[in-house]
């Protein structure tokens, strides 16, 4: 266990910052720097549109607005699992109208209820699956704000810590969800009339650049440098200095170098280790993976730690905007991720064959890998049920 330089995390904010941030909501805050993602629909209404189509734009949203109709009606019982009964953290009893937001909607949703203790949200103890309609058990035991918020939010920044006391941490951000200024920084300038250079454009920046900002939240890592309310180590990256927030030129993987372990990113963390706690399998170590020093993940929302190990990202030549498109926009069209394979590999390409699905992320749903090591495909292994293995690209 590495020792933990600092520690952090978060509830609403309720003060003044140095860098004249106020309060704005419980949740959000007004910030000098930023203007939010309806501020760009005023000139980019079609890169606009198109990013409000996305799922990054519905990374977290309230009850009301993005339930699951099939979560609502089956909230008893799916038929032979009973649904959400109590929240994870306090252990306390709670009913569907008790659910303030929810995290996810397309493959899967959880449930997020108010913290009384901290002021914060933790989540129920099940997890909804949309492609079964299925109720699985979910267990993580920290707030949400204090464990996955960076993801799930822009211009997060912890505000006060006390690594004695995280119960008494504080957090907010500009805009909920993966906003515009995720990926191209804060854009207060540019809307003030610089329009040259005070944006972060991904087109005029190295391939591993534009990866490395996708990469920011399509990882895993296990944070010590900061913990969760409850005094765990984290699953995301908060900026390293109180106050700060993440801007996509930074390179977080020298973050606190000393406080996180970030598998296959670091060279002391190697992808063919046996980790412990969220780490535990996170990469395939079987026979074929250990002959090849190819390592599939084992877990979802790690395309980051698979795709720096292929030919694709180590040549210089591709990043994830060349198969995946965030939106629309001027000189950007919209690409369908599968088929993309095809422009260099022809016609014939098969893309199932070369991208299994490994990474769990649901019961029978799988992630496909981004490895691209045509001698690492392996056959999926058969589910406990006997139900087919259902890809991310797979519709129903």
Known sequence: MRKAVFMVCGIAILAVLATGAVADTDRTYKDAEYVGSKACKACHKVTYDSWA??????????????????AVEKWDTDGTTPGPKKANVTGKEFKLEDVQYVVGSYWKQRFLVKNEVTGFHQFMDKQFNRMSEKWENYGNKNDWETNCVTCHATGVRILEYDPKNPLAQKIAWTEENTGCETCHGPGAKHVKGDKKGS??????????????????CHQRVENEHYKTAQGNNREDLPAPKIGETFKPWDDWTKW??????????????????????????????????????VYDS?????????????????????????????????????????ETCKKCHGDT????????????????????????????????????????????????
């Not at 189509?53 to 009850?63: I, L």
């Not at 972060?200 to 650049?209: G, T």
């Open 349 to 396: 390409y098969d893309y199932a064959k070369i991208m299994p699905g490994s990474g769990s992320t649901a019961a029978n749903l799988t992630v496909r890998t981004h490895t691209f090591f045509k001698d690492q495909a392996r056959p999926s292994k058969p589910t406990a049920s006997g139900a087919p293995v259902l890809y991310k690209d797979s519709k129903k």
């Open 256 to 293: 606190y170098p000393e406080g996180v372990v970030i598998p296959g990113v670091q060279s002391e963390d190697p992808f063919n280790k046996e980790y412990a706690g969220d780490l535990k399998g996170l990469f395939i170590l079987d026979e074929l993976a250990m002959k090849s020093g």
């Open 199 to 216: 944006m972060w454009n991904p087109a005029k920046q190295s391939k591993a650049e534009q990866t490395r900002v996708c990469g920011y």
């Open 298 to 338: 084992g877990k979802h929302h790690q395309e980051f730690q698979e795709f720096i190990q292929s030919k694709h990202y180590k040549n210089g030549k591709m990043s994830c905007t060349d198969c995946h498109t965030p939106h629309k926009g001027k000189n950007i069209k919209p690409v369908v991720a599968k």
């Open 53 to 70: 189509e996305t799922y990054h734009s519905k990374m977290v949203r309230t009850k009301d607005d993005g339930i699951l109709k099939a």
